[in-house]
């Protein structure tokens, strides 16, 4: 059973530029959040997402990110217009259940975003 | 709002010897509490969790947490160190009360085991 898979592992834009992060859950996993992780420093929340439906989106900065999670396909990362301090290592993680879930978060290895 | 704080940035400590990383959290009810572990360039590992039951919970790789509900505390501990658990831990606390379902990490502690 193949785990969380993000792709690509490493991008690099330049500034205004757009960045597409996607990533693919655990089979049979439904509920996907993204967290963004900037050097030396902890993972901050950024939105939470079933298929077709944006759950949580309260860490999503207000302009230029936007994500989805199709019914079909992977779910997307979107960084319209990049700024250096956008650059960071975008995680993202599934479940296979949703509020109350006792279970832990599976996480994929990440998305480094180097903005030039 | 549930949070978590992790007080030490770092931790050192010699190969062979106990390690400890601390944990505190807030929520509004009973916490959901987890520790993950990060290799450099990887994402996150879980490592053990505490749900309801026993205080001190057991996990991957020798590493156990003892949850202490009048401290809010569920700090991670390994008897025995090695070099080869360096790396970056983080806590994290799910408040199943509240809407949603996201966990909220602590800000990480680098442990550094020498040799």
């Known amino acids: 059973n193949a785990g969380v898979m993000q792709n690509p592992r490493h991008l690099v834009r330049r500034r205004g530029q757009e960045a597409r992060l996607r990533c693919s859950p655990m089979k049979g996993h439904s509920h996907v959040y993204w967290y963004r992780q900037l050097p030396e420093e902890g993972l901050k929340f950024m939105v939470y997402?079933?298929?077709?439906?944006?759950?949580?989106e309260s860490g999503m900065p207000k302009e230029r990110f936007s994500a989805e999670f199709p019914k079909e396909g992977p779910s997307i990362l979107r960084i319209q217009q990049v700024v250096r301090g956008d650059s960071a290592a975008y995680f993202c993680?599934?479940?296979?259940?949703?509020?109350?879930?006792?279970?832990?978060?599976?996480f994929g290895n990440g998305t480094r975003l180097t903005v030039t | 709002a549930q949070s978590v704080a992790q007080p030490e940035d770092q931790v050192n400590v010699a190969e062979g010897n106990p390690l400890t990383v601390k944990c505190t959290y807030s929520v509004s009810g009973n916490p959901y509490l987890f520790w993950y572990v990060q290799y450099p360039n990887r994402g996150l590992q879980f490592l053990l969790k505490y749900i309801t039951g026993d205080n001190l919970v057991k996990g991957s790789y020798g590493f156990e947490a003892e949850f202490n509900k009048s401290q809010t505390s569920f700090h991670l501990k390994k008897p025995s160190a090695l070099v080869s658990d360096s790396a970056l831990y983080f806590c994290a606390v799910r408040d199943p009360g509240a809407a949603g379902n996201k966990l909220t990490f602590g800000g990480g502690t680098r442990v550094l085991v020498k040799p």
């Open positions: 997402l079933q298929k077709e439906n944006i759950i949580d």
């Open positions: 993680a599934s479940s296979p259940l949703g509020p109350g879930n006792r279970g832990p978060l599976h």
